[in-house]
């Protein structure tokens, strides 16, 4: 994926929405999941969207 997709400003705040409904979502998940692979899935997806969220706040705020 080589082009970078243009987004209004409305469009990159409801992304920011979006990952922030998933980050409160996840540790209720992975404290229900049973299986340890689950689990480390649900850590790394953790990961990334703390990751993608802290890019995107500043992509916004910038803009």
């Known amino acids: 994926m080589r082009d970078q997709p243009t987004l209004t400003e409305a469009e990159w705040m409801l992304l ?34 703390d990751g993608l969220l802290q890019r995107l706040r500043q992509a916004v705020e910038a803009q």
């Open 16 to 49: 920011v929405e979006l990952l922030e409904r998933e980050r409160r979502e996840l540790p209720s998940e992975i404290r229900h999941t049973r299986t340890p692979a689950v689990r480390d899935d649900l850590h790394r997806r953790l990961e990334m969207v």
